[in-house]
């Protein structure tokens, strides 16, 4: 009975375990951010005029999607606020 | 004397008499329990193996159950590790470096060192960036303030003025 039980399940269970391990495993690489700096080594090639156009640029698209998300979200911090409010 | 050691001994035979009765009757009842035991073992421990498969079953959906909300924490994590991820990447553009000396083939480096020199007197090396730089800013600015302002949408590159 017990075995049958065990035929039953392990298969799932398994299944189950191999999802688990995979998800944890990538999450770690998932964390990790691109480092852009080393794509961009063939602009230095240019002069540091356009290596600071190159790093403005991406400097203020940075703040740009920053700024975004920011304005993008704001019904949600509203309704955060909402709720502090409520409670 | 005679007659308390006959009291003692009729005493004693009753007494051995009553133990007789009752070892018989304690007999009696122990083999009755041991039959029924006996009678009952079968069933019982069927029952028992029925009531641990059952058991046993609860363990394992119990496990299952388990299993299920470890994957969805690990999935969570997995969210959270992406948004992280992109965060870092979109905060590392803030600092980024274009100074890492990349070693063309020997060819190919004289080449780009040629194109170079002969547009170092053009300009196109000093002064165009640095307007294209200004531009950005201005590009910028303008955008974010528009993302800012919300219902307000500025072309920074069109004919400005008149329309809208």
């Known amino acids: 009975m017990k075995n049958f039980i065990i035929s039953l399940f392990n298969p799932v269970l398994t299944w189950l375990n191999s999802i688990y391990t995979n998800l944890r495993e990538a999450s770690v690489p998932a964390a990790r951010p691109i480092d ?24 203020l698209g940075s703040i740009y999607l920053i700024v975004y998300m920011v304005v993008v979200n704001r019904g949600l911090l509203i309704k955060f606020k909402d709720l502090i409010k409520w409670w | ?8 001994a009729g005493f004693q035979a009753v007494l051995s008499f009553l133990g007789n009765i009752f070892s018989n ?13 006996d009678i009952i073992a079968k069933p019982l421990q069927l029952l028992f193996d029925l009531l641990e ?4 079953f609860f363990l394992k959906l119990f496990e299952i159950g388990v299993m299920i ?23 590392s553009w803030s600092h980024i470096s274009v100074s890492k000396g990349t070693s063309f083939p020997s060819a190919s480096g004289q080449g780009f060192n040629a194109v170079i020199e002969i547009l170092q007197p053009t300009g196109l090396m000093t002064v ?6 200004a ?8 955008k974010i303030l528009g993302l800012l302002g919300g219902d307000i949408s500025v072309s920074p590159f069109k004919s400005g003025g008149g329309e809208k």
Do not use: C, H
């Open chain 1, 36 to 59: 852009l700096s080393q794509y961009l080594g063939i602009f230095g090639y240019l002069g540091p005029s356009w290596t600071t156009f190159i790093t403005t640029g991406f400097l």
């Open chain 2, 1 to 8: 004397m005679n007659f308390i050691e006959k009291i003692i």
């Open chain 2, 25 to 37: 009757v304690f007999d009696f009842f122990g083999d009755v329990f041991q039959k029924l035991f």
């Open chain 2, 53 to 56: 498969a059952i058991f046993f």
């Open chain 2, 69 to 91: 909300i470890k994957i969805f924490t690990a999935f969570f994590q997995y969210v959270y590790a992406l948004g992280q991820g992109i965060f870092r990447t979109i905060s």
């Open chain 2, 128 to 133: 165009v960036p640095i307007v294209a730089t």
């Open chain 2, 135 to 142: 531009f950005l800013w201005l590009f910028f600015v303008i």
